[in-house]
Every structure is written in C-alpha cells, then in structure tokens.
C-alpha cells in the first residue's frame, strides 16, 4: 500500500506544471470553465516562458445579433503568465495554431491567440458565407476580451501580422476601449478591390535595372512555357499536389503576373534573379521560390477561399499588372483575383467599410505602433496617421513583409520600446 502512495504522490509531483502548482492550475481551468462553461477545455503544451496554455474551443454565434441562428467551433489558444501581467490578443487574420507572438516576447505577457472565424480548424462546412464579415469577426474578438477581461485586469494590447494586423486595426475602430494599445505588423488598409497603389509600388520601387530583370524573367519563363511548365507537373508529382481548380497552364500564367508583387513583398534579391538564358528547372525553381506554386494547388485553393471572398466583399485587394506579359498571356485575360472567390457565391464589394475604418485610424487611433517593411508591395497601403495622434509609424526601408521589431537598427528598436513602456505605464482610464 506504502509503495502504491509514493507512485500517486510522484505522479502529482510529475504531472503538476513547472511554473506553478496543480492548485494554480485549477483555478485557472476553474475560471476559464465559468467564463466559457460550454467551451471544449484542454490543456496542451506550453510555449516558452508560459506555466499554463490551453486549447479553448467555443461555441461562437453564427450571427452575434441573432444568437439563435446557430454556433460554429471557434479555436483560441491561451498561453498563461501572470494574472497581473498585461495580455496580448493575437487577432489572426487566417488559420492559427500555439504560436508565441514577437509582442509576447517583448513584453513578457500573458497572450490569447484567436484564430479568423471561417478558416483552420474554425470553419464550418458547408461554409455560410453570409456570416463572413469583418463585424462578426470584430465581435468574436469583443466577447472574447471581455470575458478575460475579468480574469487579466492589467493593460490590452493587440496585435496581427498582415490580415492579422489589418484585422486589428478595424477592431481598434471599432470597439476603441477594448485594448490599451494596438501593434499591427505590416498592416494594408486597401481603398478597392484593384488598389493602383500596388502596381504603382512594383513600377516604382527599387532600382530601374531590378525592374527590368524581373520583367525580363518573367518574360523568359512564358517564352519557354512548355518547358517549364513539366518542371511544374513534375515539382506537383513529388509534392503530390493537385491542380484541377486552377490548370497547370493557367496556374503557370498567374504565377508569373503574380511575380513582381511577391518578388517585392517577399524581399527578393536582384542579383538572385536568373539570367533569360537560364533552364527551365531555373527559371520554374525561382519562380516557385519567390511565389510560391503552391497557391494554386487544389487544397490551397480550398483553405483561401474564404479570403478571397472577404477581401472582394469588404477588405479590398490588389489587380495583376498584365503590361509587361500582355503578349505572351494565352490564358489570363482579366487583372481581377476574382477567378479566386467561391464559387456560385454573389460577392458585393462595400468600398465603404474600410474607408471608414481608415478615417477613424487615421485621425482618432491613438496608442498605435505600426511596423512595415519599405519595400513591401503592402506597405503602399498603408495607413497615414495624423503627426497629432499619440501614435509611432515605424518604417524599414528596405525591409519586407517578414519585417519585425527584431530587424530594426537598435536605435530604432530602443525607440519602440520607449513608446511601448511609456503607453503600458499610462493609468488606465
């Protein structure tokens, strides 16, 4: 019986967290269990620096004005530090998993990471487009806050990568008070569904010798398009990737327009661009490497659905240049990404949405720490806060959209600390 108690009490001691006790542990889990009593709880692996995460799925109404019309599964991923230490909310624009934002890092903070409504592991088939909005999604994220709001009483911040970020900023719009301070990464707020800005950007930018390269490359990929196109069925073959939605050829056509405004984002490199004379293997592996043929694949087709449909509907996007190829197209006749929306499914663009979003960020967002790359395609939409917000723009000249805090001189990056201390020490209202 003696051995039997030590064997119980060592699995106590082996299964209690290392940052904390199995008491601390349960209350968590209690107070999570009261604020989402019909959430999925589960406890999963923490993050570095975190004593307790948990997997919450939640029962997230369909429409947040008529609760009644039904739930679909919504995933969120709390990473636990401190009670009285500030949260940071994650706001992905696309699908999520456990992943310990660079905010989190640097403020050493509590963090909830909350996947998109309608992507990942949060989408609900058949998928009910209707329920795709930026305001239902905003309003996921407000009933999430306020409930951990009880628990994390410290200081807000929020922040999101790309989509992530411009999803931060409409909800900065929209509810103001629900977070203390909003750190956008690389965040577009786009005026139509063809925003010129971009093309003008991937005409404008860098050096005319590297504009010239890269239409001179994606000129030779299509003057020797059969050759690289088996280079794509056979890279496809070994990937075991599926190309029914959107054809090899038509894929190998969008691709290419699809070249200058990834080369760009991406923070491509001139001298890496292969030469007119280069194989086919180089010239579909390069294209490959910078855009990336797999957007176009069956499966990822699928998953981008739902973003296709919201940057038509609400969020606005970017047109193909086709100037430079016109020529040699075969397939593509349209500069619209709409060949890439759902199906059978009516999209309406409302160009008044993110309009009124920038009017409010632009002149009323105080406490916002933006970060953009200066050579990435998005950075030509990004916001312009007026000089009297309370607000930081940092901006790496020659950086991309992987830009992070990380990749600033330190002068820069002691700047951006400053602002961040000095907001989070401001009394809370």
Same mark, same amino acid.
């Given at each position: 019986?003696?051995?039997?108690?030590?064997?119980?009490?060592?699995?106590? +001691?082996?299964?209690?967290? *290392?940052?904390?006790?199995?008491?601390?542990?349960?209350?968590? @889990?209690?107070?999570?269990?009261?604020?989402?009593?019909?959430?999925?709880?589960?406890? +999963?692996? &923490?993050?570095?620096?975190?004593?307790?995460?948990?997997?919450?799925?939640?029962?997230?109404?369909?429409?947040?004005? &008529?609760?009644?019309?039904?739930?679909?599964?919504?995933?969120?991923?709390?990473?636990?530090?401190?009670?009285?230490?500030?949260?940071?909310?994650?706001?992905?624009?696309?699908?999520?998993?456990?992943?310990?934002?660079?905010?989190?890092?640097?403020? &050493?903070? &509590?963090? =909830?990471?909350?996947?998109?409504?309608?992507?990942?592991?949060?989408?609900?088939?058949?998928?009910?487009?209707?329920?795709?909005?930026?305001?239902?999604?905003?309003?996921?994220?407000?009933?999430?806050?306020?409930?951990?709001?009880?628990?994390?009483?410290?200081?807000? +911040?929020?922040?999101?990568?790309?989509?992530?970020?411009? /999803?931060? @900023?409409?909800?900065?719009?929209? *509810? $103001?008070?629900?977070?203390?301070?909003?750190?956008?990464?690389?965040? $577009?707020?786009?005026?139509?569904?063809?925003?010129?800005?971009?093309?003008?950007?991937?005409?404008?930018?860098?050096?005319?010798?590297?504009?010239?390269?890269?239409?001179?490359?994606? !000129?030779?990929?299509?003057?020797?398009?059969?050759?690289?196109?088996?280079?794509?069925?056979?890279?496809?073959? /070994?990937?075991?990737?599926?190309?029914?939605?959107?054809?090899?050829?038509?894929?190998?056509?969008?691709? %290419? @327009?699809?070249?200058?405004?990834?080369?760009?984002?991406?923070?491509?490199?001139?001298?890496? =661009?292969?030469?007119?004379?280069?194989?086919?293997?180089?010239?579909?592996?390069?294209?490959?490497?910078?855009?990336?043929? !797999?957007?176009?694949?069956?499966? /990822?087709?699928?998953?981008?659905?739902?973003?296709?449909?919201?940057?038509?509907?609400?969020?606005?996007?970017?047109?193909?240049?086709?100037?430079?190829?016109?020529?040699?197209?075969?397939?593509?006749?349209?500069?619209?990404?709409?060949?890439?929306?759902?199906?059978?499914?009516?999209?309406?663009?409302? $160009?008044?949405?993110?309009?009124?979003?920038?009017?409010?960020?632009?002149?009323?967002?105080?406490?916002?720490? *933006?970060?953009?790359?200066?050579?990435?395609?998005?950075?030509?939409?990004?916001?312009? $806060?007026?000089?009297?917000?309370?607000?930081?723009?940092? %901006?790496?000249? /020659?950086?991309?959209?992987?830009?992070?805090?990380?990749?600033?001189?330190?002068?820069?990056?002691?700047?951006?600390?400053?602002?961040?201390? !000095?907001?989070?020490?401001?009394?809370?209202?």
């Amino acid at each position: 019986m003696k051995k039997i108690q030590r064997l119980l009490l060592l699995a106590v +001691i082996v299964l209690s967290p *290392y940052y904390g006790s199995a008491q601390t542990t349960s209350i968590l @889990l209690q107070k999570l269990t009261e604020l989402f009593p019909n959430a999925e709880i589960t406890a +999963i692996e &923490n993050l570095e620096g975190y004593s307790e995460s948990y997997q919450l799925v939640l029962n997230e109404p369909l429409d947040h004005k &008529n609760p009644q019309n039904g739930t679909f599964k919504h995933y969120m991923y709390l990473s636990h530090l401190d009670f009285s230490r500030p949260m940071v909310i994650e706001t992905h624009g696309y699908s999520t998993g456990n992943n310990k934002s660079e905010v989190s890092k640097l403020l &050493n903070t &509590n963090q =909830i990471a909350v996947e998109y409504r309608f992507y990942g592991k949060s989408r609900p088939e058949p998928l009910p487009w209707e329920y795709l909005t930026n305001d239902q999604a905003i309003a996921d994220y407000h009933d999430i806050v306020m409930k951990l709001k009880q628990l994390y009483t410290s200081k807000w +911040i929020s922040t999101g990568i790309s989509k992530g970020g411009e /999803t931060a @900023l409409i909800y900065k719009s929209k *509810y $103001p008070n629900d977070v203390d301070v909003a750190m956008p990464y690389v965040a $577009p707020l786009i005026d139509s569904t063809e925003d010129p800005r971009t093309i003008n950007h991937t005409r404008t930018i860098g050096t005319a010798e590297c504009r010239d390269k890269i239409t001179a490359f994606q !000129r030779a990929v299509l003057k020797n398009r059969e050759a690289v196109l088996q280079e794509f069925q056979q890279y496809a073959t /070994t990937k075991k990737m599926s190309f029914t939605e959107v054809p090899y050829a038509e894929a190998l056509e969008y691709a %290419v @327009l699809e070249f200058p405004f990834s080369f760009w984002q991406w923070g491509g490199h001139c001298n890496e =661009i292969p030469p007119v004379t280069a194989s086919p293997k180089e010239l579909f592996d390069y294209l490959n490497d910078i855009v990336g043929v !797999r957007t176009y694949n069956d499966k /990822t087709y699928f998953n981008d659905l739902p973003s296709y449909y919201q940057h038509l509907s609400e969020l606005g996007y970017y047109g193909f240049d086709l100037s430079p190829v016109a020529d040699l197209l075969q397939i593509v006749k349209s500069t619209s990404n709409d060949r890439f929306a759902p199906k059978g499914v009516v999209i309406k663009y409302n $160009p008044q949405y993110i309009k009124e979003v920038r009017q409010y960020i632009e002149n009323k967002g105080d406490k916002i720490l *933006y970060i953009y790359g200066g050579y990435d395609t998005w950075f030509s939409c990004s916001p312009t $806060p007026d000089p009297k917000l309370d607000g930081l723009k940092m %901006v790496l000249p /020659t950086g991309s959209h992987k830009t992070r805090v990380k990749d600033f001189p330190e002068k820069d990056k002691a700047l951006i600390m400053q602002t961040l201390s !000095r907001w989070l020490a401001e009394k809370k209202n």
